[in-house]
């Protein structure tokens, strides 16, 4: 068992490090080294914080070995330099963070050979240490991706197209009222804002089996609703008018109707696939628009989770067995999200399609710790932005990978973001 779970590691571990190689080299060095957004880090500062971190946790932490580039540790620091100063701070050249990324996996291997995997250390039962450094890294790899699709200029990445839909998904699913588990204590790499599993009261209520689409977005659009503040909040009224929101980011108005620009390439909007990149105050006026709201994280993960003829909450909509291509738009596999009704396989018990992968959903919910919970390994992870401007997004994107993405696992962002790959599906009370 010992020795399966660390072949998985590195597998997972060589994945990683594919798709981050895979989005560096993509660009040259004056790219990686610019800035192509204010919100984003350059290309790498990133390359070399997941090396960075990789060496704290698993080099020193783990393996207790000799620091390698202690020097560097307030650079790559995240908590010590907002995204906006990082280009001006003495970064590591390109050459020069390969190398020690490079360096740095090289003893990670070797700490993997030895480490011993068990109850005794909480950091590797299970190789939750590991299993840490894998989706950091994942999740860097998916804001890589996303400056990728800010920077200007021509096409560097490609992919295949998502598949078509397989049947008509419209409409509602009910949830039935009642108790289940939210969270997990079972899942070994879950991180410690997943915990602990806990029993969750939830009135009835609907939800779309589907993701609001392009064309579903585009009739709000049409209607007016970006003009009409009986739709907005106060807030978000306020934040649309300062900012000048009138569509989707990265869609581009022309004569003949809407055009998105999608990593270099600009196309038609295409209209049964959901919609991406718009901020929680898009999706709670389009909500209000639709006479229903943005389900609570509560009813989020009850619909992705609870299976109501086995009376207990499952890892995934479709069971607990790990993602497949099947199942779900994950991984970087395609540049985009797929369209509604491409993933049948991936539905929940409820008929709910699309919960994993294809775009980050927004909730109602604000970030807090489960009751309960503990911080582990570190605060900075979760609890330190426990309670801030920030809502929860569940369910992933197509940039996620399957090592970060969960129906457990907990995204959050400020409400005005829009440069993630996020959408969102309605729901109303029963």
């Given at each position: 068992m010992t020795d399966d779970l660390r072949?998985?590691?590195a597998a997972d571990l060589e994945r990683a490090r594919a798709r981050t190689v895979l989005l560096t080299d993509a660009v040259d060095d004056d790219d990686l080294t610019?800035?192509?957004?204010?919100?984003?880090?350059?290309?790498?500062w990133d390359l070399a914080h997941v090396g960075n971190q990789e060496e704290l946790w698993l080099v020193r932490d783990v393996g207790g070995r000799d620091p390698l580039r202690q020097d560097i540790d307030e650079l790559y620091d995240a908590f010590k330099h907002a995204r906006r100063d990082r280009p001006g701070l003495p970064l590591l050249d390109p050459a020069e963070a390969r190398a020690y990324t490079a360096q740095v996996r090289d003893k990670v291997f070797d700490v993997l050979d030895r480490a011993r995997f068990g109850p005794e250390s909480r950091l590797l039962d299970g190789g939750f240490a590991f299993g840490m450094i894998v989706q950091?890294?994942?999740?860097?790899?998916?804001?890589?991706?996303a400056t990728h699709q800010?920077?200007?200029?021509?096409?560097?990445?490609?992919?295949?197209?998502?598949?078509?839909?397989?049947?008509a998904v419209s409409g509602e699913a009910f949830i039935e009222a009642g108790r289940f588990t939210m969270g997990t204590d079972t899942e070994p790499w879950a991180l410690?804002?997943?915990?602990?599993?806990?029993?969750?009261?939830?009135?009835?209520?609907?939800?779309?089996?589907?993701?609001?689409?392009?064309?579903?977005?585009?009739?709000?659009?049409?209607?007016?609703?970006?003009?009409?503040?009986?739709?907005?909040?106060?807030?978000?009224?306020?934040?649309?008018?300062?900012?000048?929101?009138?569509?989707?980011?990265?869609?581009?108005?022309?004569?003949?109707?809407?055009?998105?620009r999608r990593f270099g390439r600009v196309t038609p909007v295409v209209l049964d696939e959901p919609?991406?990149?718009?901020?929680?105050?898009?999706?709670?006026?389009?909500?209000?628009?639709?006479?229903?709201?943005?389900?609570?994280?509560?009813?989020?993960?009850?619909?992705?989770?609870?299976?109501?003829?086995?009376?207990r909450s499952r890892r995934y909509p479709w069971g607990d067995d790990p993602p497949e291509a099947r199942h779900a738009n994950l991984g970087q596999r395609h540049l985009g999200p797929?369209?509604?009704?491409?993933?049948?396989?991936g539905a929940s018990p409820q008929g709910v399609h699309q919960l994993i992968g294809d775009v980050w959903e927004w909730t109602s919910s604000g970030f807090h710790g489960y009751p309960g919970f503990g911080a582990f390994p570190y605060r900075e992870y979760s609890e330190v932005f426990f309670g801030g401007d920030y809502r929860v997004l569940r369910g992933g994107s197509f940039g996620t990978d399957t090592a970060a993405c969960r129906g457990t696992f907990r995204n959050w962002d400020h409400p005005i973001r829009r440069q993630i790959f996020s959408g969102f599906r309605c729901a109303r009370d029963a």
């Open positions: 072949l998985s590691i610019r800035q192509h957004s204010p919100l984003m880090s350059p290309l790498v950091h890294e994942q999740q860097h790899d998916e804001t890589m991706l800010l920077r200007a200029g021509a096409p560097v990445l490609t992919a295949p197209p998502p598949p078509r839909a397989r049947q410690d804002n997943e915990r602990p599993a806990h029993p969750v009261d939830v009135p009835a209520f609907w939800i779309d089996t589907a993701l609001v689409t392009n064309g579903d977005y585009l009739a709000f659009m049409d209607s007016g609703g970006y003009d009409d503040p009986r739709w907005w909040s106060e807030r978000g009224w306020a934040h649309r008018q300062s900012s000048g929101l009138e569509a989707p980011l990265h869609w581009i108005r022309d004569a003949g109707g809407w055009l998105h919609v991406v990149h718009v901020c929680y105050f898009e999706a709670e006026a389009y909500a209000a628009w639709a006479g229903k709201r943005l389900p609570t994280e509560a009813e989020w993960e009850k619909a992705a989770r609870w299976d109501p003829s086995a009376g797929a369209p509604a009704g491409a993933y049948p396989d």
